[in-house]
């Protein structure tokens, strides 16, 4: 494996007593990269940021100690709080954010999904109405793809939001994963939807990522993708997953059990078969902290980690 040699490790921590154009701190936010912006919404901490904030991404010029910020607040406030909602990019012209959620824009519980989307031409919000199988109300949930966003949540069904022509279409419960939460949901480039870890709701342990479940978006269905690996990392949640360009799986952080993950930095090779299990060591300077409820986006060959 070559993997490390072209691999690079950016974190933004930032702390909010610094610089005062740094946007109010958050967790359990979604973000969504559209060609070199990183759009944030959401927040779980105090107060459920409404703000709407995006971060130019430009590996080569990015400075990770003055990143900058652009806030669209005052012509783009999120139509709702959103903490726990998901975020995905779908289109025609792959412009519109379609921020998947589970508030009304009075911040009142919904009983189903409800989608915002956001033009990023216009700046310009709007509350869409969806026809189809309209998925129940849902959080800590992923939605992911570009014309498809796959959701799978604490019961075990996946919905596939047609972004096209705005409609909900209720995907197959046979095999499906195992019940999720705080799980990661990766696209690889053949169309396999990788879920990995989870809270185990029965007994708060964490499911183990030894055997994985997929969703197949080219044929519809669930399978299995086996592992054989000499490392199999420790069970976790609340962590994040980037695919790389050259088709390893990055996993990042997450809760064990009771304590942030000891392997804070594992890699899932999917270019084998059956997929293999690797432990990173983390190397250089600005190494992050064993983050838990973070974003991270593959942008280039960086992976973008961040938190507040
Ligand atoms: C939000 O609350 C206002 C004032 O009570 C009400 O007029 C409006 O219909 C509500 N909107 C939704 C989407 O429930
Ligand atoms: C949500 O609640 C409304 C009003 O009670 C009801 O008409 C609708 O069928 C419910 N939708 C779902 C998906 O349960
Ligand atoms: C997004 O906004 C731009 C600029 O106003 C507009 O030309 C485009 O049609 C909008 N896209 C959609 C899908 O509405
Ligand atoms: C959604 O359904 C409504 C009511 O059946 C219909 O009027 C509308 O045209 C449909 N929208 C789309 C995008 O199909
Ligand atoms: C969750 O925990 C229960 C009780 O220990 C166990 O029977 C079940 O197999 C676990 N589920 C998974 C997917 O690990
Ligand atoms: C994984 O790598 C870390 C960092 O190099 C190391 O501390 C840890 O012992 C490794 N775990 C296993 C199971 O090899």
């Known amino acids: 494996m070559n993997y490390s040699s072209n691999f690079f490790f950016l974190c933004l921590t930032i702390s909010t007593h610094v610089v005062s154009c740094i946007p109010i701190g958050r967790i359990r936010q979604s973000s969504v990269l559209v060609e070199n912006k990183l759009y944030f919404f959401g927040s779980d901490n105090d107060g459920h940021k409404t703000d709407n ?11 990770i ?55 990023t031409t216009s700046q310009i919000w709007s509350n869409i109405h969806v026809n189809g199988s309209l998925p129940l109300s849902r959080q800590q949930f992923q ?48 169309g396999l939807i990788l879920y990995l870890g989870s809270t185990n709701a029965s007994d708060n342990s964490n499911y183990n990522i030894h055997a994985i479940p997929a969703y197949n978006t080219n044929t519809n269905d669930w399978m299995y993708m086996p592992i054989v690996s000499d490392f199999i990392p420790a069970s976790r949640n ?3 997953a980037v695919l790389s360009p050259d088709g390893f799986v990055i996993v990042y952080g997450g809760n064990g059990i009771n304590t942030c993950v000891f392997e804070a930095l594992v890699v899932l090779d ?9 432990n990173k060591s983390i190397i250089g300077t600005n190494i992050p902290s064993r983050l838990v409820y973070h974003t991270a986006s593959m942008i280039g060959s960086h992976m973008i980690l961040v938190l507040w």
């Open 53 to 63: 904030i995006y971060l130019e991404v430009i590996p080569s010029s990015l400075d």
């Open 65 to 119: 100690n003055q990143p900058k910020w652009t806030d669209l607040t005052q012509n783009a406030q999120t139509p709702s709080r959103s903490p726990f909602a998901s975020a995905c990019l779908g289109g025609a012209n792959r412009d519109i954010i379609f921020l998947l959620g589970h508030l009304d824009p009075n911040n009142s519980v919904t009983n189903y999904t409800i989608v915002y989307a956001l033009n």
């Open 143 to 190: 939605a992911v793809g570009e014309f498809k966003a796959a959701t799978s949540v604490v019961v075990n069904d996946i919905f596939i939001f047609v972004s096209l022509n705005l409609n909900w279409i209720k995907g197959p419960a046979l095999n499906a994963s195992p019940a999720r939460v705080d799980f990661s949901a990766t696209l690889l480039n053949i």
């Open 238 to 240: 609340g962590h994040s």
């Open 270 to 278: 999917t270019n084998v078969s059956p997929y293999k299990w690797y």
